[in-house]
Structures are given as structure tokens and as C-alpha cells.
């Protein structure tokens, strides 16, 4: 198992432009968690699925922010017309969806907005 | 709603030393506490956990009692070394069974040998 993994590790991109950052669970893990991280604070919670559906987004994820899991597997975050405040690390984590499990945390996508 | 306030970093000990670091939450229901620990150039990983009150995590050296008298969470080591050097983060999962997790804002431990 390879744990985690999410792509691409850094994104820089110019304002008002979109990005997709990508996702990719530990095989076996039912539920997929989305959370943000700005300098010296901890990670602020996004969304997150059970399998394909999407259970609960926070107020933190305006319109512009969408995210996906179409099969159940790997999922998308997309930022449509990025600013400068959506620049943050972007982490993804899965668990088994067990009550308290640990989430198992990929590195993370860095996005700088310029 | 539900929140996490841990003390501010950074802290810097000397190897061997004990090491505290406070964590107090608010919360309805009876969440299921954490912590949380990512070392340079890795990504967050659990270092321990305790679901109810009085239950104590432990894990690598690291303990943490769940106090619900006093709303804490407070991971201690006893003789830190320096390959502890990390930051730390306190965590709880609210009622419901989401697994969503609300996190402190970390502390910075740094061991010096």
C-alpha cells in the first residue's frame, strides 16, 4: 500500500484562473476528507465523501470550490476564478469510515495564487 | 460549535526533558480527541487517541488523558528526544460519527541535543 498520494505536490497560478488539484485514497478506504491548511494554523476542514457521495461541505467552500469522487476512488478539487487568499496547502485524507479511525493524510498541494 | 485551542509554540527543550503541551476543546456530545503529529517533510500523521472520558493514549513514549471535568487533552513525554522535534496537533471528532475533524493550531516542538 503506497498510502495517500495527491497531485501535483506545488501549483502556482496567476488569479482568476481555475485549478484542479487530484487525490488518491488508500484502496480500501471508504471515506475521503478535503481540509486546508494556511501558514501556522491547523487544517480547516473542506468536505468530505462516503464513497461517491458528498456528505457535508463547510462554509469555508464558497461556489467556486467543487469537488468530486466519481467512482468512489480518487477525487478532484477544483478552485474556479482562483485569488490570492485561496493560497494554502491543500490535504486530502482517507479512513475506513470506522467510528474515530485514523485518517491517513497525503502530503499535501501547495497552491500559491500570484 | 465545536473548537480546539492548544498552547502556543514554539517550545524548546532540552533532550530528556519533560515535554507538556495543553489542549482544551469545547464541544457537544462527547467527541473523541486526538493528536496529531507532522515531522519535517512528511505529512500529518495520528500519534495517539482516546474515544471516552478518562480513557489515556499512548503511543511511542506520548500520552494523553481525556479529561472531561476539565475539557483537556494534554499530550506529555517524559523524556523527549530529538527526533521529537515535530509539530503537534490537538484534534477532536464531534458526535455523529462524520469523522470530520476541528484542529488546533499547532505547537512546534523543538529538541535541541
Known amino acids: 500500500d503506497t498510502g495517500v498520494s495527491q497531485d501535483p505536490r506545488h501549483k502556482i497560478t496567476k488569479r482568476g484562473q481555475n485549478v484542479t488539484f487530484r487525490c488518491d485514497p488508500i484502496s480500501e478506504h471508504n471515506r475521503l476528507y478535503w481540509y486546508r491548511q494556511t501558514l501556522g494554523q491547523g487544517p480547516e476542514f473542506l468536505t468530505y465523501f462516503q464513497n461517491e457521495a458528498q456528505l457535508e461541505k463547510s462554509r469555508l467552500l464558497s461556489d467556486r470550490f467543487s469537488a468530486e469522487r466519481p467512482k468512489g476512488s480518487f477525487s478532484t478539487l477544483e478552485i474556479q476564478r482562483t485569488e490570492q487568499g485561496d493560497s494554502a496547502m491543500y490535504l486530502c485524507?482517507?479512513?475506513?469510515?470506522?467510528?474515530?479511525?485514523?485518517?491517513?493524510f497525503g502530503p499535501g498541494t501547495r497552491l500559491t495564487v500570484t | 460549535g465545536n473548537s480546539v485551542t492548544q498552547m502556543e509554540g514554539p517550545v524548546t527543550l532540552s533532550e530528556e526533558a519533560f515535554l507538556t503541551i495543553n489542549c482544551t476543546y469545547t464541544?457537544?456530545?462527547?467527541?473523541?480527541l486526538f493528536w496529531y503529529v507532522q515531522y519535517p517533510g512528511e505529512g500529518l500523521q495520528l500519534l495517539l487517541k482516546?474515544?471516552?472520558?478518562?480513557d489515556k493514549g499512548s503511543n511511542k513514549g506520548f500520552e494523553a488523558t481525556y479529561r472531561k471535568e476539565t475539557t483537556s487533552f494534554h499530550l506529555e513525554k517524559g523524556s523527549v528526544q530529538v527526533s521529537d522535534s515535530a509539530v503537534y496537533f490537538c484534534?477532536?471528532?464531534?458526535?455523529?460519527?462524520?469523522?470530520?475533524?476541528?484542529f488546533g493550531q499547532g505547537t512546534t516542538l523543538q529538541v535541541k541535543p
Open positions: 482516546a474515544t471516552k472520558a478518562d
Open positions: 464541544a457537544t456530545g462527547y467527541p473523541s
Open positions: 484534534a477532536l471528532e464531534g458526535s455523529g460519527n462524520t469523522g470530520k475533524l476541528i
Open positions: 485524507a482517507s479512513s475506513t469510515g470506522q467510528g474515530a479511525d485514523e485518517q491517513y
